[in-house]
């Protein structure tokens, strides 16, 4: 078996034309079997959640807190890791690419932790600080990139 | 919606006669749409997935590992934390209630924690440390009793 | 270099003849030139580092909480990790030896963690629940079971 | 008590010039009475450590490995979280400051970890990735732009 996890991380408070894109990539996601890990909070994860949801797809979240209830409506899966910061590294380990949505440092962070295991990183309105980050034009190129990489 | 997330724990070096009570476990999860959430790894952890599995269910596996492929494979969904034995306090946030089967020390790290979190533990040969530790005659016995209490 | 760290686990609410033995144990740990680790909040963790400190030792706190000032007023070192559960992980990770005072599933599950990794591990007024826990008479016959076989 | 611990976070692996520049880094450090906490392992966490010493100063490291024994040589706190790339966040929650000279994606993970924390950052030969990291000419240069800003 060869593991379809794919994370899609971001911003809790971005404007609507981002958790558009979001909601975008989560629908692409979900409709090809992938299954979407994210950090289960709201904003862009919550509208990629919803998006895979609506695809038929599968969802993943790895929360920061540790209150099973505390994640977004449209997850599969509830990790509520309690490790605040930390759980940005498992996340990261629970995934073969990365795709960024808008973010500010905890996404730079979580792209920095998927650059140090070499996997393949695609960013829309988000982090592009090194050759290795593939600034994607929309959705279905930033899953189209990811997806020949994993 | 009610998360419906359950732990078998339990030794990864166990006799065959407590993999058999470990995959009569998953099974009895499996067939009652619960979650199987474990610590993804061999001995009772495997046998539980594999009983999952077999019975239609979906698998959980929250690894000390950080390798997507380290796992065993009867999961749906692999989280490889990298974290070591810190993984065994995310495995118990992440659900409602507990079913122990043998095991050691990790094992009863996993329980004290449950414990401290007040949700219902059954315990099939394996610690019954505390009178808040259920001693359950056997696999469907332990099943009913967490289910009633989630 | 030797590395001479040793914690002293604990609960956080305990009656004043538990926090006296604490007390005594951070002096006995501190004059001997060891230094104590802990889990840096209050109860047996706060009188442990004032007994530390009376006797001109150093202390250490790993908190499951985020602040730097949110732990005992007698810490040299602070590491506000964030983690919840999981610093315990942390913390046994971090001695050579463990001394219990006290305590309820938190301390247990610290027991279990330091069982696990072959640490001496003797008890005051705590869990004995294994063969290989020392149920030790007071701070001094503590402190003499664990340098022993640190 | 007012907390005095400031990180020094960078490469395992760097030229000649860039090691020289954290034991200086170590050295001022050290000499404020500051207390150094780093990574614990080689390269500039070394370099820095070997300063701090030099000076008189305190030393602490908190590793991502589990093992007492697997730090640098100049330790005289060791946390062997076993966390792996988790720590990062550990090491960035238990500073007032940060200093980065060198380093890759680990070092980028932990000035996210800073920035999103407010913290001041200062930069020697390291990312630069925002206008919150100050980009210091030299040791002394970043030590005291840290200072004012803790």
Redesign the interface.
């Known amino acids: ?1 060869v ?1 379809r ?1 794919i994370a899609v991380i971001g911003g809790r408070e971005e404007p609507e034309s981002v958790l558009a894109v979001a909601q975008k990539l989560g629908m692409e996601i979900g409709k090809r079997g992938l ?1 979407l890990v994210c950090g289960g909070m709201g904003g862009v994860m919550e509208a990629a959640c919803r998006g895979a949801k609506a695809a038929g797809g ?1 969802t ?1 979240g ?1 929360l920061p807190v ?1 209150g ?2 505390q994640g977004n ?1 449209y997850l599969d ?14 996340l ?5 690419a990365v795709i960024a949505v808008g973010g ?3 996404t ?2 979580e792209i ?2 998927a ?2 295991r070499g996997l393949p990183v695609a960013s829309i309105s988000s ?1 592009e ?1 090194d050759p290795a980050v593939y600034p994607a034009r929309d959705a279905l190129d930033a899953v189209e990139y990811v997806m020949k990489r994993m």
């Open positions: 078996m593991n996890q299954i599968t993943v790895i540790s099973l209830d409506p899966i509830v990790i509520p890791t309690g490790l605040g910061d930390a759980r940005n590294a498992v990261i380990n629970s995934v073969r500010r440092y905890g730079l962070s920095a932790f650059l140090a982090w600080i």
